[in-house]
């Protein structure tokens, strides 16, 4: 483990930056339609429950990430094996995550642009931010979550004072009954983002303030789920829903509609610098944790070494792991969250909890009958 | 990387070897002991220094004691020579015969007010060549060493890089003396620290580091002891060295410390808990350690009123940014996002950039070189041309290069801008940060427009969070955020709003602002009773 420590306000604001990171950039929960920022709201709370597996593990290993206490619960081998999984996980979703984000400048701006330029220049960016540490990372968090708070606000704003939004557009609310949005929650804002907090598991021991952890963790949790909801909001309002299911990415849309005293107009910039520290924060923080859990289970003392393969290693999952994006998008929506994001962010962590729970007992019931 | 550092290692086994070598350095005089025959003495010395025609010796005869004194000429006054040791000597007639003559003449003679006995030979060249005068007296194996000091020195003139507009007009000056003077006529407290140090193997130079004991951080003062302690050069010509050779990071284009030329920023700084770096001969004075933000925060904003100071300050920051990425936005704007330039704009710069030839990095990169030369040229030229190669710049930039469909009208105006927004910076190393970092930027944005931008930026921003001076993060107190000490950041807060030292420089002694300094004053009515407006 490198040797760093972070403070709960650089948590709070590492948790925000990256639960919004790419999920306001897509249409979140677009199945349920109009009632998206419902579903969006429901899976905010499933993450939170979730979340309390991922915390009540590390209250009982502390100091150690999630491929040091896998061992210790399950055994040498059979751990090792659970962390090398979570590990490609991690990569994977890196990729993936890297993937939308080149796919998303290469349709909208840079038609002409090979995918793996893009993706290159981002990923090398990350592997410097990864090189520098983490502390590193958390303080170029603080930075940008003002910049983009900021941009947020004054965007907000100006939708608003464009009058683009139709709250019409919102209603009937919960049209076709409870179904519709509860199988949005399931299958899709469950996993993503809320549930793939479980990339904290490998960050939480570098925390100085182990008390602080659950309130801030669960406090950023809550305020992303309600920017989230409140970005899906304004946009179905600003779009309509039919807009609003069949667009790649709503929030450009919605962007692109502002129009302000004839010269105020075209802000798409503030949507790619968004798009550009957002996606930053997302793949860095898959990617750390995937390089300091490769540098835990192969006992690597300098963990910067593995940025650098790991990271071309990254680079290319992120081109071919799909042919184009409508594959992309497929696996994205039918095959990862039932293959990948329940197995991981789920069935894993609860059977972890379950076994640490009886050894911690037995442990606690050894610690208290042998003074006597 | 792997390869650096092995090149780096090897250079490491090497510099050992060279300090093996430095040991019998053979510039150093052996160290001998003082003769009893003072002429003896006298001959070694014209000899050590190749019978150089500054070296004065003159013989002189207290009654009937024989004795030579040495002084460097233009180093020593002589005014002072002559008048408080020469003019007592000889003046004493008659002097008991059985007496230790040296204690004599130390004690009773010499009519200086620092004066020191030497015994080793090193010491006799060490106080000669600071300008002190050196006795001999025959059949004594000591000398004696009195402040004659009194070179011809700048006096304290108004500074000329750092101006102000309400700030003290004094700025410092070559002689270590007179600066360290400077910051102690304002902080009148015994807690304010002097320590000298000699740096430089050939050169010998005075450095001297100030700070004020309780408020700085003892640690960062051991850490900067210890890496002046490390230099081992043959000189030390100016405090740009000293900086170089003790910064945390020599890979960055950003300034780790700061350096002026103003003893009331050096004085808010001891008083922050920064510790001063003296270096003789040079009227910079290098502090450290220094934060971005603070290359960002000039005199005047604490002169003058908190909502003047922080707009100005707001804009000077835009300013930075300005000059950092202005012609990277047009380049960008104009080969890659054209659709987010309003359209009626879009037309004009169009239609300005028809007969350009060049693509708009080339452009961009002719009329920023040319900038660039010209400003160099600016600052090397004797004053009489200046003014010939600044009226042949606004032509050339300005009208020629235009009219003669080299480049668009706009570009000069992205130029001039940029140009302008760089000098406002109150330090210049920040300044030529940005100077430098712009080339790349306007790199990136020809590559891949914003996106190539901002990944610069980004990267830039990284950099940033990765630096430390002195163990302080270098972006304090914004990354890692700290909201005790947001007083002096983007908004400057109202003076008495300052009631903490920055925490993370000065350990301990932290309140620097007492309770209800907010001015409370009374009604108007309880001074002037005014039976309404007449």
Not at chain 2, 7 to 12: A, N, P, Q, S
Request: a positive charge.
């Amino acid at each position: 483990m490198e040797k760093a420590k972070i403070n709960a306000s650089q948590l709070f604001v590492l948790v925000v930056m990256f639960e919004m990171g790419s999920a306001i950039l897509v249409g979140l929960g677009a199945s349920a339609k109009q009632d998206a920022w419902i579903a969006i709201l429901v899976g905010l709370a499933g993450g939170l429950v979730l979340f309390l597996v991922y915390y009540r593990l590390y209250m009982y290993y502390q100091d150690i990430p999630l491929t040091s206490y896998a061992q210790r619960i399950t055994g040498k081998w059979v751990g090792r094996f659970i962390g090398l999984l979570y590990i490609i996980y991690f990569l994977y979703c890196a990729a993936r995550v890297l993937r939308d984000f080149g796919e998303l400048l290469t349709t909208t701006i840079y038609t002409g642009t090979p995918l793996i330029v893009i993706n290159c220049l981002m990923i090398f960016t990350i592997i410097y931010g990864i090189h520098k540490g983490f502390e590193v990372i958390a303080r170029v968090g603080q930075l940008f979550l003002m910049i983009i708070y900021f941009l947020a606000i004054v965007g907000f704003g100006l939708v608003i004072f464009s009058g683009l939004i139709n709250l019409e557009h919102l209603r009937p609310i919960l049209e076709n009954g409870w179904k519709p949005v509860m199988s949005t929650v399931l299958g899709e804002t469950l996993t993503f983002p809320f549930g793939e907090m479980v990339v904290f598991t490998m960050i939480l021991p570098y925390i100085n303030n182990p008390k602080k952890v659950k309130v801030v963790c669960l406090s950023a949790m809550v305020l992303s789920g309600i920017n989230i909801a409140l970005t899906a909001a304004i946009n179905v309002s600003a779009l309509g829903t039919d807009l609003f299911v069949r667009a790649n990415f709503p929030l450009l849309s919605t962007i692109s509609k502002i129009k302000l005293a004839n010269f105020i107009e075209r802000l798409d910039v503030l949507f790619m610098l968004y798009l550009m520290v957002g996606g930053f924060f997302k793949i860095s923080l898959f990617f750390y944790a995937a390089v300091a859990g490769a540098a835990d289970i192969f006992k690597f003392t300098n963990q910067a070494q593995l940025s650098f393969p790991l990271g071309t290693l990254v680079l290319f999952a992120s081109v071919t792991i799909a042919s184009n994006y409508a594959e992309h998008i497929k696996e994205g929506l039918s095959i990862v969250p039932i293959y990948l994001h329940y197995p991981f962010q789920v069935v894993i962590p609860v059977f972890l909890l379950i076994i640490a729970f009886f050894r911690n007992r037995k442990k606690n019931a050894e610690a208290t009958s042998n003074p006597s | 990387m792997s390869i650096l550092s092995s090149i780096m290692k090897k250079k490491k086994k090497q510099r050992k070897n060279d300090n093996y070598r430095q040991k019998q350095d053979p510039l150093k005089p052996e160290d001998l002991p003082i003769l009893r025959e003072y002429k003896e003495n006298i001959r070694r010395i014209k000899e050590e220094f190749g019978d150089s025609a500054d070296i004065v010796c003159r013989d002189f005869k207290v009654s009937i004691h024989k004795g030579a004194l040495v002084y460097v000429d233009g180093l020593a006054d002589n005014k002072v020579v002559s008048d408080f040791l020469l003019e007592p000597f000889m003046e004493k007639e008659i002097i008991p015969e059985r007496i230790d003559i040296f204690q004599y003449v130390l004690d009773q003679a010499v009519a200086l007010g620092s004066v020191e006995s030497i015994a080793d030979w090193n010491k006799v060249y060490d106080s000669l060549l600071s300008g002190n005068t050196i006795i001999f007296l025959d059949g004594c194996t000591k000398a004696i060493s009195g402040e004659t000091k009194g070179w011809e020195k700048r006096s304290i003139s108004e500074p000329t890089t750092q101006l102000s507009i309400r700030g003290p007009k004094d700025s410092f000056t070559e002689t270590l003396r007179t600066n360290t003077a400077l910051i102690r006529r304002r902080i009148k407290s015994p807690n304010l620290w002097l320590e000298s140090f000699k740096i430089g193997r050939v050169s010998q130079t005075d450095v001297g580091i100030m700070y004020i004991k309780g408020i700085a951080n003892e640690k960062i003062v051991k850490e900067i002891k210890e890496r002046l302690g490390r230099i081992d050069m043959d000189s030390i010509i100016g405090s740009g060295y000293i900086e170089q050779l003790i910064e945390d990071q020599t890979w960055t284009t950003f300034p780790t410390t700061y350096h002026t030329e103003r003893p009331d920023v050096v004085t808010s700084q001891l008083l922050e808990g920064r510790v001063a770096i003296i270096v003789d001969g040079t009227p910079f004075v290098v502090t450290a350690p220094a934060i971005f933000i603070q290359f960002f925060q000039a005199p005047d904003d604490y002169y003058s009123r908190f909502d003047i100071s922080t707009g100005i300050r707001i804009l000077r920051i835009l300013a930075f940014l300005i000059a950092l990425m202005g012609p990277a936005t047009y380049i960008a704007a104009t080969t890659f996002h054209q659709e987010m330039i309003p359209t009626s704009m879009a037309i004009a710069i169009a239609a300005q950039r028809e007969n350009v030839p060049f693509p708009a990095f080339v452009e961009a990169l002719i009329m920023e070189v040319t900038f660039e030369i010209l400003r160099e040229a600016g600052l090397r030229l004797p004053r009489a041309v200046g003014q010939a190669v600044s009226i042949v710049g606004a032509l050339v930039i300005g009208q020629a290069a235009v009219q003669a469909g080299f480049v668009s009208p706009i570009m000069v105006i992205v130029v001039s801008i940029t140009a302008i927004a760089n000098f406002s910076t109150p330090i210049f190393a920040m300044a030529i940060a940005a100077r430098l970092l712009r080339f790349a930027l306007m790199g990136l944005a020809t590559i891949l427009g914003f996106y190539g931008m901002m990944l610069g930026l980004i990267f830039i921003t990284i950099h940033l969070c990765s630096l430390r001076s002195f163990g302080v993060p270098y972006m304090m107190p914004l990354a890692p955020f700290n909201i005790n000490n947001q007083q002096d950041v983007f908004v400057r807060f109202p003076i008495w709003a300052f009631k903490k030292r920055p925490p993370f420089m000065s350990k301990g002694n932290i309140v620097r602002t007492g309770e209800n300094q907010k001015p409370d004053p009374p009604k108007p009515n309880d001074i002037q009773e005014t039976k309404g407006d007449k």
